[in-house]
């Protein structure tokens, strides 16, 4: 099975979470835009998604898709999107595509965030995936530096991306993250930091993975 028959896989699956007539809110990346396709295709109606790009409000508007102000919402029944890895406790590292600020204020509205991935994103310890962080341009080399200080990581601009926010990103190597709840609290109190890629307050409910024999759920409490 390919990776993306993966994703369309869980994309599909991802559906069951749709409550019809309601709100969603709608992550970023390859394996949300399946998912939009596939709501698309299945006719279930929704009042409206709450989105967590300017490339994924895009392709909702296509679809037919109202796409609302996260401002004009109070309350999301259900958040999903992908990950770049989800450990055992549904902490996650988000922002491959750029978008974790946007993300991680969508997820914030919602009562359950519905991750959904292939199997390859799942690990026991986050951080072999560089970590995004969005940062303000004049304190990326103070963060860098932070990094490295306390973390032994090495911070690299993203180069050519400006976020949707208008700032930079910073991929983070050499990372081993076995408390992504501390470091999640830690970095983001670091002037400059628009936010981390840690997901771990805003940790995922459920996790549909993507396996060559099916789709399993995982559920964190
Ligand atoms: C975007 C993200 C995505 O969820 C993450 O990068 C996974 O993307 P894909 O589904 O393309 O593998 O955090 O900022």
Redesign the pocket.
Known sequence: MTQDEL?AQVAQAALAYVQPGALIGV????????FIKALAASGVPVAGAVS??EASSRLLAAAGIKVLDAAAVTELPVYI????EIDGQGC?????????TR?KIVADLAQRFVC???AS?QVAVLGRYPL?VEVIPMAAAQVARRFAAQYGGEAVRREGVVTDNGQHILDVRGLAITDPAAMEAEVNQWPGVVSV?IFARHRAQVCLLGTPTGVQTLTFA
């Open positions: 994703k992550g970023t990346g390859s394996t949300v835009n399946a967590s790009s999107d992908g990950a770049d996650m590292i988000k922002g491959g595509g750029a978008a974790l993300e959904i991935v292939d994103k995004p890629g």
